[in-house]
């Protein structure tokens, strides 16, 4: 099964400042999907950005962009322009293209976004 | 439904009990999935619908565990004899199916936090 890795579980930003999300994945297949996933209290994963891994040009999503590195398959998320409401749980996931029907999702990265 | 509806929101039963987690998902919606988050934990997967028919349950933990998609719809994940290891959040979520192909994006619900005793 692939695998995905979040090696921060807690980051911290300042108000209107930039932070930058880490996720790393393991796979052998060459056509696969990636995405983050805002966890708020409410607990409603909501999709912020996706990446298909043959498009080589980085997702952007207004203040939400990504750093795809397939080779190194890394998948960073950077948020610009922090707002109080982006503090939340943050999932980085994994979806094979071509086999099966699974998403894997990393242990999450907590969000505070200091005032 | 506008969004995907779980019910109930927060579940207590005492170890022992029988326990049925409540689905609806988005209207047109074919494809349904059921995943367990446990604490400090993302996501993990249990159960994919594809219309009526489970279309992939490896994700099951053991057979005290089962779901059912009875007319491609509302879904109900039942759990027998629960555990304290069944303790979690239980999240369901739906997705379009086209070109014959589920899309990638996932809407989920809320979930249910499953609370056993």
């Known amino acids: 099964a692939q695998t995905v890795t979040q090696s921060q579980p807690e980051m911290s930003v300042q108000e209107a400042e930039t932070v930058t999300l880490s996720c790393t994945y393991d796979?052998?297949?060459?056509?696969?999907?990636l995405f983050w996933y805002k966890q708020p209290p409410s607990r409603q994963m909501i999709l912020v950005i996706r990446q298909e891994a043959y498009k080589q040009q980085n997702a952007t999503e207004n203040r939400f962009s990504v750093n795809f590195q397939k080779a190194a398959k890394s998948f960073s998320l950077k948020i610009s322009d922090s707002q109080l409401g982006d503090a939340a749980m943050y999932f980085c996931a994994y979806r094979s293209a071509s086999t099966g029907n699974q998403f894997y999702f990393g242990t999450g990265t907590s969000l505070t976004v200091i005032p | 439904g506008a969004g995907v509806s779980q019910t109930p929101s927060n579940k207590v039963t005492e170890k022992g009990k029988y326990v049925e987690l409540r689905c609806d998902p988005i209207s047109g919606h074919t494809a349904l999935y059921w995943y367990r988050q446990s604490l400090g934990q993302g996501p993990e997967f249990l159960i994919y619908?594809?219309?009526?028919?489970?279309?992939?349950d490896s994700g099951l933990p053991n057979d005290r565990f089962f779901a059912v998609r009875p007319e491609g719809s509302v879904s109900t994940l039942k759990i027998q004899r629960t555990e304290r290891g069944d303790s979690a959040v239980y999240l369901c979520?739906?997705?379009?199916?086209?070109?014959?192909?589920?899309?990638?994006?996932?809407?989920f619900g809320s979930g249910t936090q499953l609370s056993v005793l």
């Open positions: 619908f594809q219309g009526t028919g489970a279309a992939d």
């Open positions: 979520a739906s997705s379009q199916n086209r070109d014959g192909r589920t899309n990638e994006k996932l809407f």
């Open positions: 796979t052998s297949e060459s056509d696969y999907y």
